[in-house]
């Protein structure tokens, strides 16, 4: 079979990652071409993945008839007017880092663009619904091992900054509740299939002072109540001291599951004088990695093969939403409603 030919958008830190899942470790995937303002981007991966061609206007990329379908990773300030410019030029599978937009209008604009140009497969970037663990987990609550679910805890830290990276990063992301947490409103509301109903926030700025200015904070927590009466508990850090730490917990009727505890970057352990060690994973993408592989392979697959992605385009607008009025929640210190 003709192998998927794929264009990329994007060839920054998660961009260009992707670019080299496409050309080495997806068989079924052509990368054909490649996208970046940044010049010395464009040369690099042009020069390493040899692509048919490389450009630095998206537009030239979207005309281009003989791709299957574009992977968008470029800034998140980006995604509205590029998954939609794809649209309207007739592009028929587009994948999309998260998050989809930035605000109510960016999405709303997106979902009538996406739906009314009739693009086959739409796929956003969650890629951790792709791990092993996180998925075992949801097949386990589907089965009822844990009877009915009563809790869900999402735990989700940083291993510090460099504040002025994080000061440079604050302004495009949408801010630490928009941004961090994006993959946990997603989660919950697969693991559980329940959307919440609603939202009350704390948080802070606890470490990079430089971030006040900016409105942005570094930690915060979130209770939310589901639709199914579940209640869920979120924390969030951009400094944990110790690494990178991601853990996960639902608790139910007849037991719990958990994943992620205790934090580690393989399967060694230590005994010395300091007692019993184990390594922290150090960023998000050494602990993820297989996944971004995993979603995109799934792209490719549902292009071949005329699949329906398992995460498209209402789980990228619903995650937007919660991510929206957490922000408002933790701003006004309040509960707000979800529709
Ligand atoms: N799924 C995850 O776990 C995860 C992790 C990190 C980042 N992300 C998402 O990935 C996206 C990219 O993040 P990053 O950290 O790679 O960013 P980055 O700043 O490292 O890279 C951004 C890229 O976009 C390009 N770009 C920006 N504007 C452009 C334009 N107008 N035309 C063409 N190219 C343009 C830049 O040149 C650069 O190559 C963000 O939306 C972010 O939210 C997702």
């Known amino acids: ?50 692509p048919a061609y490389g450009t ?9 008839k003989e791709l299957d379908g574009v992977v968008i990773a470029t800034t998140s ?25 930035m605000n109510q209008t960016e999405i709303d604009r997106i979902w009538d663009t ?22 075992s987990l949801k097949e386990k609550i589907d089965a009822g091992r844990i009877g009915k679910p009563i809790v869900i805890k999402f735990l989700n830290r940083d291993p510090l900054w460099k504040e002025e990276d994080l ?14 947490l994006t993959h946990d409103y997603d989660l919950a ?6 959307d919440a109903v609603s939202v009350y926030g704390n948080g802070g700025v606890y470490f990079y002072k430089g971030l006040e200015p900016l409105g942005d904070i570094d930690n915060c927590t979130l209770l939310v109540k589901f639709k199914n009466g579940v209640m869920g508990f979120f ?18 009727t007849e037991g719990a599951m958990r994943m992620g505890y205790p934090p580690s970057r393989d399967r060694l352990e230590s005994l010395t004088v300091g007692g ?21 392979q799934h792209f490719v697959d549902c292009i071949a093969q005329g699949k329906e992605p398992e995460v498209g385009l209402e789980d990228g607008y619903k995650a937007v939403e919660w991510a929206l009025a957490a922000t408002q929640a933790v701003q006004m210190n309040k509960e707000v409603p979800l529709k």
């Not at 630095?56 to 990329?61: K, M």
């Not at 300030?77 to 937009?101: F, Q, S, T, W």
Request: net charge positive; glycine share 8%; charged share 25%.
């Open 276 to 296: 019993l060690g184990r390594e922290c994973p150090r960023w998000f993408f050494e602990y993820w990695e297989p996944t971004f592989q995993a979603e995109l």
């Open 56 to 64: 630095t206007d998206y537009r030239t990329l979207l005309q281009d």
């Open 189 to 194: 509301r697969w693991i559980l299939a329940s």
């Open 235 to 252: 924390e969030t850090s951009r400094n944990s001291s110790y690494g990178y730490h991601v853990e996960i917990e639902v608790f139910g």
């Open 167 to 180: 000061l440079r990063f604050s302004p495009t992301s949408g801010g630490l509740v928009f941004d961090m």
């Open 114 to 135: 996406v739906t009314r140009r009739g693009v086959r497969v739409f796929q956003i970037g969650f890629n951790r619904r792709f791990d092993r663990s996180i998925r």
């Open 1 to 50: 079979m003709d192998r998927i030919r794929l264009g990329i958008i994007g060839l920054g830190r998660l961009g260009r990652h992707h670019a080299e899942n496409i050309r080495f470790r997806i068989p079924n995937a052509e990368l054909r071409a490649v996208c970046s303002v940044v010049k010395e981007e464009v040369d690099a991966a042009l020069r390493d993945l040899q």
């Open 77 to 101: 300030a980006y995604h509205c007017e590029m998954i939609c410019a794809a649209a309207d030029a007739g592009v028929r599978n587009i994948y999309c880092e998260k998050p989809l937009g």
